[in-house]
């Protein structure tokens, strides 16, 4: 089993809907989780950090459910620069500080 | 702020050459580690190092060599390059064990195995 697990989509959304990406994890002891952004294959970058409470960046929210081991993204009024893939990240510091990376889920925003 | 930087940005080398991934970072960061990235895999940790002199296997490490004699250079070697580790290779860094601590990516390096 995979330690992260993503639907690799594609999702391809029209210009203003609302898109939510979900995210599970197989480790109940894991500490931190991230969503990344990755644009055709350049470096990921973080797009925000995902906090027990929830919390919101702009259009983006991201949840955590401990108890059913997943995180959330939401995108509110999609933009065509939103375009790209998102990475679902685990830390569990009990591992040597490791991360555990999802596959990835395609999001295409259509004008 | 140069941050994490990776050398050279494209690669094309022959079967059984040896070829080297340079990273740099500027941040004094403890923590840095080594991904390779293939459709339909993900991300996947070749090496990591929790400091200088100290490195560890990740979950695909055949193949490849690292080093860590100064905090601020990891680089990771080839010894006899095999067309299966042509891919896009990813250094990053964190902080230290601290919680919430997120990772920071070099602009990655493609290598071509002919």
């Known amino acids: 089993r995979k330690e992260v697990e993503q639907d690799p989509g594609p999702f391809n959304v029209p210009e203003g809907a609302t898109v939510a990406f979900n995210c599970t994890y197989s480790?109940?002891?894991?500490?931190?989780f991230f969503w990344y952004r990755q644009d055709c294959r350049k470096e990921p970058k973080l797009l925000m950090s995902?906090?027990?409470s929830g919390n919101e960046d702009g259009r983006f929210t991201a949840q955590l459910n401990r108890a059913s081991q997943y995180i959330s993204l939401l995108i509110r009024d999609s933009k065509l620069s939103d375009s790209a893939t998102y990475l679902c990240v685990v830390n569990y510091l009990g591992s040597g500080n490791q991360f555990y990376f999802g596959t990835g889920t395609s999001l295409t925003v259509i004008p | 702020d140069a941050g994490i930087t990776q050398s050279p940005r494209y690669k094309i080398t022959e079967t059984g050459r040896q070829v080297t991934l340079m990273c740099h970072q500027t941040w004094s960061h403890s923590y840095m580690f080594w991904y390779r990235q293939d459709l339909g895999h993900g991300l996947r940790l070749i090496y990591y190092?929790?400091?200088?002199?100290?490195?560890d296997k990740g979950e695909v490490p055949d193949g490849y060599v690292v080093s860590r004699s100064k905090t601020e250079n990891f680089p990771l070697t080839l010894e006899s390059a095999t067309r299966s580790q042509t891919s896009v290779y990813f250094c990053a860094s964190i902080s230290g064990g601290s919680y919430n601590s997120p990772l920071h990516f070099g602009n990655g390096t493609r290598l071509t195995v002919t």
């Open positions: 995902v906090y027990s």
């Open positions: 480790n109940s002891a894991s500490q931190s």
């Open positions: 190092s929790a400091a200088a002199d100290i490195t």
